[in-house]
């Protein structure tokens, strides 16, 4: 472990291997995410008295074991993902730097608290914490949480409608101020172009407590049934018993309990075919 000082405040942080921020030098950073899988280093950082957030591939992180030059290569292909995807939901895109060592994006900073916050929530705590984010969640009005999941299917709606997959979506995509009320999308770098396959097997991009059953299959195509499969999971992450599916679990109506079973049905095709067939059925029970 190698324990360095970055920006112009000297913000300490922890890498596996030695590197050079000199580039943050005249900026003040707040805030840094180091414990991505995806190896990914995030920052906050405060620029001209404005706030910003920095994704950052080139550096070795504590978590990440794999290429540090395809952690580059994926950020590369990010990039396009956040130029084509523009919507009021998602985490406003600036632009991207290139340095020697390194790729970063830059977006505007939003305020919010993370569904999955796992650098400083056990996966214990996340559950039983009363300042866990997702605990905060589940303790809001089922119709505020209802209202959330219905923006989050719109996003996706979208996403599909410009020929995308969402891959690695999950609770840690999701932000919410709960001040404001207000719901982002963040983290959607693994999106794809269709057509999409597990060229990887049972280490597909996801979370296990949401991943369709083709995301641990070795060249299955991912498609927009895989994502509505991801989208129910979620709803029964956020109205329901998490991994206990049951309907004495769930916090709203038997209608909208039956469209999240339905998508989530084992074979691909016994769920709805798209991710707007999946709105549209949601969308007719929610008063």
């Known amino acids: 472990m190698i324990n360095i000082r970055i920006g112009k405040n000297q913000y300490p942080i922890t890498l596996a291997e030695e590197h050079n921020f000199d580039w943050l030098k ?10 991505q899988d995806s190896g990914n280093i995030s920052f906050g950082i405060i620029e001209n008295g404005h706030r910003y957030f920095l994704k950052y591939a080139g ?57 999955h916050n796992h650098w400083d929530f056990t996966p214990f705590e996340k559950h039983h914490s009363p300042n866990s984010p997702f605990v905060k969640l589940r303790q809001l009005a089922v119709t505020e949480r209802l209202n959330i999941l219905t923006q989050i299917f719109e996003f996706a709606t ?24 207000k719901l982002t999308i963040c983290d959607i770098d693994f999106f794809q172009k269709t057509p999409v396959f597990n060229e990887i097997g049972k280490d597909f991009w996801g979370t296990a407590r949401f991943k369709a059953p083709e995301e641990y299959e070795l060249h299955a195509q991912i498609t927009s049934e895989t994502n509505v499969y991801v989208l129910a999971g979620i709803t029964f992450a956020f109205i329901g018993g998490k991994s206990d599916k049951s309907y004495e679990k769930w916090e709203s109506t038997q209608e909208l309990y039956n469209i999240c079973t339905k998508a989530l049905h084992k074979e691909k095709s016994k769920r709805y075919r798209t991710v707007q067939a999946f709105y549209e059925a949601w969308l007719a029970y929610i008063e």
């Not at 005249?26 to 414990?35: A, P």
Request: proline residues 2%.
């Open 26 to 35: 005249d900026v003040e950073v707040f805030t840094v995410f180091n414990q």
């Open 158 to 181: 979208y996403v599909e409608s410009l020929g995308y997959v969402m891959i690695d979506f999950y609770d840690g995509s999701i932000l919410y101020n709960f001040e404001q009320s």
């Open 59 to 115: 550096a070795r992180n504590l978590e990440y074991k794999g290429n540090l030059e395809d952690a580059i290569q994926r950020l590369m292909k990010a990039k396009e993902v956040y130029e084509q995807i523009q919507h009021p939901l998602l985490v406003p895109y600036i632009n991207c730097i290139q340095m020697q060592n390194g790729f970063c994006l830059k977006f505007h900073w939003i305020d919010g608290e993370c569904m």
